[in-house]
T-cell receptor
């Protein structure tokens, strides 16, 4: 039973660039949430996708956008990268768009120079 | 979601039980208590959750006080691999509340030989 997978593992970008991170949910899951975790802090909720729509959003600017595909996989896009966007980006999945338990992937480490 | 308070750090001896406290004095009657842990630079790992009754699984036990204002996560026989940051999270059950998990600072647990 495959768990949540994310790609790439690590990524280095420069300020002003754009980045796309990818997530495949755990088998049987159809809901994907994204979190940002800065060094030394707990994860912060970015947004959630269910039925290919953004259902809930945290306090993040419009530079952060996402997409969910018919196979339930998801992408997180960040435009106009800032140094402060350097973080571990985590994807979590669960079933049914409900409050079913979320399971996290290993994360993508983004470094902005 | 209700706010949680956890001690910032604690040590425990390998092979002994580790008792991790969490205060959630403003919890509502329909909110669940979730525990996750995060081993260095990995994605958070789900441990256990509960509403009112005590819960046990292969990883840990969760003891919730009768007034639900606090809880304790018990790792029955701590091993070096249990060294991690442990997060206690309170979460509403309703679908309308969405999937947002609000992480606090967590407790940094160091298991010593």
């Amino acid at each position: 039973d495959a768990g949540v997978t994310q790609s790439p593992t690590h990524l280095i970008k420069t300020r002003g660039q754009q980045v796309t991170l990818r997530c495949s949910p755990k088998s049987g899951h159809d809901t994907v949430s994204w979190y940002q975790q800065a060094l030394g802090q707990g994860p912060q909720f970015i947004f959630q996708y269910y039925e290919e729509e953004e259902r809930q959003r945290g306090n993040f600017p419009d530079r952060f956008s996402g997409h969910q595909f018919p196979n339930y996989s998801s992408e997180l896009n960040v435009n106009a990268l800032l140094l402060g966007d350097s973080a571990l980006y985590l994807c979590a999945s669960n079933w049914g768009g409900s409050t079913d338990t979320q399971y996290f992937g290993p994360g993508t480490r983004l470094t902005v120079l | 979601d209700a706010k949680t308070t956890q001690p910032p750090s604690m040590d425990c001896a390998e092979g002994r039980a580790a008792n991790l406290p969490c205060n959630h004095s403003t919890i509502s009657g329909n909110e669940y208590v979730y525990w996750y842990r995060q081993i260095h630079s990995q994605g958070p790992q789900y441990i256990i959750h509960g509403l009112k009754n005590n819960e046990t699984n292969e990883m840990a036990s969760l003891i919730i006080t009768e007034d639900r204002k606090s809880s304790t996560l018990i790792l029955p026989h701590a091993t070096l691999r249990d060294t991690a940051v442990y997060y206690c999270i309170v979460r509403a059950p309703y679908k309308a509340a969405g999937n947002k998990l609000t992480f606090g600072g967590g407790t940094r647990v160091l298991v010593k030989p």
